[in-house]
């Protein structure tokens, strides 16, 4: 039996205007509210942005410690308004955890 490989984890270094670029606006849905109930914090993100990116931008931007980023892209949907018919963008999200006792309020802005 082998053992697992310590993680690596890439230093990253962001300028104040890359950080702005990276997290695009919070995301207030009520699946996101209800993640909220277990210290969990959704983001529209760019799509370029990584997760270690990710992480440190919200640990910069809101002065809080990150324990986890997982992110999905939600694929563009077709939609029709008064008869005409247009596509939306595809988005990625991130779902960034908290770790214990710290919280972002994302009602409240920067």
Do not use: W
Not at 36 to 42: F, G, I, L, R
Not at 81 to 109: C, M, N, Y
Request: zero cysteines; aromatic letters at 6%; a positive charge.
């Amino acid at each position: 039996m082998s053992k697992a490989r310590p993680m690596f984890t890439p230093v990253v270094k962001l300028t104040q205007s890359e950080i702005y670029a990276f997290i695009r606006a919070p995301v207030t849905t009520e699946k996101a509210t209800f993640a909220s109930e277990q210290n969990q914090v959704m983001f529209k993100v760019a799509r370029t942005a990584t997760k270690p990116q990710i992480k440190e931008a919200v640990e910069k931007l809101f002065d809080v410690k990150v324990k986890s980023v997982n992110t999905h892209i939600r694929k563009g949907k077709v939609k029709a308004f008064k008869g005409t018919v247009g596509t939306q963008s595809p988005v990625k999200r991130a779902i960034v955890t908290l770790e214990e006792g710290h919280r972002i309020d994302v009602t409240t802005g920067l």
